[in-house]
C-alpha cells in the first residue's frame, strides 16, 4: 500500500490558499489511488523536541563512527523515531506558504530533526553527500505573498522557498519533485482566478499519480 505523507507548514488551516491547493491535490490523488495511505503531519500540532546539545553530539558521534551512550542514546533514539515516520513514506505532500523569503520555522525544525547522518543521508570525503531515500516522489505546494517569478527580486522577495526545499530533498535522495505555485497572491491582479487555476493545475498533478 501506498503512503503519501501530507506535511503542512501553514498554521492557518482551512483559510491558508496553500492548504486549499493541497486539498485540490489530494483529493485527485485520493480518487485515483483509493488505496493510499494519507499521514498527515502538520508542523504545529506536531511535538517537535528542541535540537539541542545532546542531539548535536549523538548526530556527530554518527558522523565519526562513535557509538552513542547515555543521554546522547537517548537523544539520538529520539531523532530516530520521529525520521522514521518520513522515511517510511512513498509519496510527500509539501504545504508550504513563503515565510520571510524561506520557509516557516517550524517546517525548518522539522528538517533540521530528521535530516540526519544514516538516515536521509551520507558523506563520501571525496565526492561529497549522497541520499540515502531510494524512489521517493514529492509534491510542493508553494504560496507567496508579494514574491512572484515575473516581479523583479530582490524588490519583491527573493525565492529561498522553493530553492530550499528542492535542495534538501535532492541531498536526502528525492530526485522526483513536481511543484504547483500561486506566486503573488497579494499582488495578483485576478487573485480568486489565479486561485482557481493553481487548484486547478494541483487536481491535475493529483489525477496523473
Same mark, same amino acid.
Given at each position: ?6 506535511? %503542512?507548514? @501553514?498554521? !492557518? ?6 492548504? %486549499? ?10 480518487? !485515483? ?30 558522523? @565519526? ?25 512513498? !509519496?510527500?505532500?509539501? @504545504? ?30 571525496? @565526492? ?42 535532492? %541531498?536526502?535522495?528525492?530526485? %522526483?519533485?513536481?511543484?504547483? !505555485? ?28
Amino acid at each position: 500500500m501506498t503512503t503519501l505523507l501530507y506535511i %503542512q507548514a @501553514s498554521p !492557518r488551516g482551512a483559510e491558508s490558499t496553500t492548504n %486549499q491547493i493541497a486539498a485540490a491535490y489530494l483529493a485527485a490523488f485520493r480518487a !485515483r489511488n483509493p488505496a493510499v495511505n494519507v499521514d498527515m503531519l502538520n508542523v504545529w500540532e506536531t511535538a517537535l523536541p528542541a535540537f539541542d546539545g545532546n542531539k548535536v553530539a549523538a548526530k556527530m558521534n554518527v558522523i @565519526s563512527g562513535q557509538q552513542n551512550t547515555g543521554t546522547h542514546k537517548t537523544a539520538w533514539d529520539e531523532i530516530v523515531t520521529i525520521a522514521k515516520r518520513f522515511i517510511a513514506a512513498d !509519496r510527500y505532500l509539501f @504545504s508550504v506558504p513563503m515565510w520571510n523569503n524561506g520557509i516557516p520555522y517550524r517546517l525548518k525544525h522539522y528538517i533540521d530533526i530528521i535530516h540526519q547522518p544514516g538516515l536521509l543521508w551520507g558523506l563520501e570525503p571525496k @565526492s561529497g553527500y549522497f541520499g540515502l531515500l531510494k524512489n521517493k516522489h514529492a509534491t510542493l505546494i508553494l504560496t507567496a505573498g508579494a514574491y512572484g517569478p515575473d516581479l523583479p527580486s530582490p524588490a519583491f522577495g527573493v525565492d529561498y522557498h522553493a530553492t530550499y526545499l528542492r535542495d534538501w530533498l535532492q %541531498q536526502a535522495g528525492v530526485t %522526483q519533485i513536481e511543484e504547483v !505555485r500561486f506566486e503573488p497572491t497579494l499582488l495578483a491582479a485576478d487573485p480568486m482566478g489565479d486561485l482557481k487555476q493553481a487548484k486547478e493545475s494541483a487536481a491535475q498533478l493529483g489525477s496523473r499519480a
